[in-house]
């Protein structure tokens, strides 16, 4: 009989997992079977799980792409990792690496890209599998628990702000500070620039003037436009979206400066109004951004493991998934949730 292990499983859509019995996977070609250590919870798992993007996933899945582990197998041919190194799996889990996206440094736009926790079983169970090609290299001596949130919500609020164009002493305003947004804070303020925070909580308001934002608006109690017009005299040159409502988006035009970028990264499913008038005599660029590559989650990782980063975590066992997805959904978790399978 084959082997077993513990996974938290979506069945079907619905923010419901069942914690179950899976089969042991066989590591193929380029790719290593992971006992994981630690797994952080992003509200993308949430959205998969739901079923709530046009492209969806196809139940039953594992979810999870910000596990931590270690190498306890290898699939055939060469690999440039060994047994016991300590990888993550992320959510750019492979890509063709031929293609014009993945030629261009753009590996990110891969057509033929798997997800992990999404098209490929990902990290809320006991194993899972990487490929050793597009897996995170975990530094040195890093707890599993604290770094994990640097393989999804890391990467990409680190990759939002690089092309967000926003230079030192330049505005950056972080537009919900979640999990992503309270890391977004701490690689800005570690870029020099000048943060200011956005979000309907309080608490989460509290936890980003601890990492340095100078500046902190309550979008439910202020329009977040005037307060940041104000405030900056004018807008601020960088928006980094990463709230869970649509309403935010459309905020962040009112936010801008004259000139200024706006980076998407929160994913919630719906629209938001787009005045063209306003976005056009600004002269505004927005741009939607997508994890990062594996060139950026190397330099993520660094400022990490340089101690400029330091995610706020809490852990949880695998039998709490649901309370946290429910968390999530209402608004309710500071920082990140991160399963110890220790
Ligand atoms: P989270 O639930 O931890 O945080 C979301 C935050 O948004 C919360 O603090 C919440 O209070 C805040 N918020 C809700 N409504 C708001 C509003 N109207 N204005 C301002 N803030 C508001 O979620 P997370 O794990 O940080 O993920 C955030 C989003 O980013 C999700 O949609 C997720 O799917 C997406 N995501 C995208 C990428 C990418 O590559 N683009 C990667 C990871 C996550
Ligand atoms: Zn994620
Ligand atoms: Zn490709």
Same mark, same amino acid.
């Given at each position: 009989?084959?082997?077993?292990?513990?996974?938290?499983?979506?069945?079907?859509?619905?923010?419901?997992?069942?914690?179950?019995?899976?089969?042991?996977?066989?590591?193929?070609?380029?790719?290593?079977?992971?006992?994981?250590?630690?797994?952080?919870?992003?509200?993308?798992?949430?959205? *998969?799980?739901?079923?709530?993007?046009?492209?969806?996933?196809?139940?039953?899945?594992?979810?999870?792409?910000?596990?931590?582990?270690?190498?306890?197998?290898?699939?055939?041919?060469?690999?440039?990792?060994?047994?016991?190194?300590?990888?993550?799996?992320?959510?750019?889990?492979?890509?063709?690496?031929?293609?014009?996206?993945?030629?261009?440094?753009?590996?990110?736009?891969?057509?033929?890209?798997?997800?992990?926790?999404?098209?490929?079983?990902?990290?809320?169970?006991?194993?899972?599998?990487?490929?050793?090609?597009?897996?995170?290299?975990?530094?040195?001596?890093?707890?599993?628990?604290?770094? *994990?949130?640097?393989?999804?919500?890391?990467?990409?609020?680190?990759?939002?702000?690089?092309?967000?164009?926003? +230079?030192?002493?330049?505005?950056?305003?972080?537009?919900?500070?979640?999990?992503?947004?309270?890391?977004?804070?701490?690689?800005?303020?570690?870029?020099?620039?000048?943060?200011?925070?956005?979000?309907?909580?309080?608490?989460?308001?509290?936890?980003?003037? +601890?990492?340095? *934002?100078?500046?902190?608006?309550?979008?439910?109690?202020?329009?977040?436009?005037?307060?940041?017009?104000?405030?900056?005299?004018?807008?601020?040159?960088?928006?980094?979206?990463?709230?869970?409502?649509?309403?935010?988006?459309?905020?962040?035009?009112?936010?801008?400066?004259?000139?200024?970028?706006?980076?998407?990264?929160?994913?919630?499913?719906?629209?938001?109004?787009?005045?063209?008038?306003?976005?056009?005599?600004?002269?505004?660029?927005?741009?939607?951004?997508?994890?990062?590559?594996?060139?950026?989650?190397?330099?993520?990782?660094?400022?990490?493991?340089?101690?400029?980063?330091?995610?706020?975590?809490?852990?949880?066992?695998?039998?709490?998934?649901?309370?946290?997805?429910?968390?999530?959904?209402?608004?309710?978790?500071?920082?990140?949730?991160?399963?110890?399978?220790?």
């Amino acid at each position: 009989m084959a082997e077993k292990f513990t996974a938290a499983v979506v069945e079907e859509f619905g923010p419901t997992l069942n914690i179950r019995d899976e089969d042991l996977p066989e590591p193929g070609p380029f790719q290593a079977l992971v006992k994981v250590h630690a797994s952080g919870v992003c509200h993308t798992d949430v959205h *998969a799980a739901e079923g709530d993007w046009p492209v969806k996933p196809e139940p039953p899945f594992i979810p999870g792409h910000e596990g931590v582990g270690e190498i306890v197998k290898l699939g055939p041919g060469e690999h440039e990792l060994e047994l016991g190194d300590m990888v993550g799996n992320v959510w750019l889990w492979s890509a063709c690496g031929q293609c014009e996206h993945c030629r261009s440094g753009w590996e990110t736009l891969c057509d033929k890209a798997e997800y992990g926790g999404y098209t490929v079983d990902g990290s809320f169970g006991q194993y899972m599998l990487v490929d050793t090609r597009y897996c995170a290299r975990i530094p040195e001596g890093a707890d599993p628990i604290e770094v *994990a949130p640097i393989l999804c919500a890391g990467v990409t609020v680190y990759k939002g702000l690089k092309v967000s164009d926003t +230079k030192p002493g330049q505005f950056m305003v972080i537009s919900g500070i979640g999990g992503l947004g309270h890391i977004a804070v701490q690689y800005a303020v570690a870029m020099g620039m000048r943060v200011i925070a956005v979000d309907i909580a309080d608490d989460k308001l509290e936890l980003a003037k +601890k990492y340095g *934002a100078e500046f902190v608006v309550n979008a439910g109690q202020q329009d977040p436009g005037e307060a940041v017009a104000e405030y900056t005299k004018g807008g601020a040159h960088g928006i980094l979206v990463t709230a869970v409502h649509p309403q935010a988006f459309g905020q962040a035009i009112a936010m801008a400066r004259k000139g200024g970028t706006i980076v998407f990264n929160g994913l919630p499913p719906g629209e938001f109004p787009a005045p063209i008038f306003d976005i056009v005599f600004k002269g505004l660029t927005i741009r939607g951004s997508l994890v990062g590559t594996r060139q950026d989650l190397a330099e993520s990782l660094d400022f990490y493991a340089r101690g400029l980063i330091k995610p706020h975590v809490e852990e949880i066992k695998l039998e709490d998934i649901n309370d946290v997805f429910d968390g999530l959904i209402k608004g309710g978790i500071d920082g990140r949730r991160v399963i110890n399978y220790q």
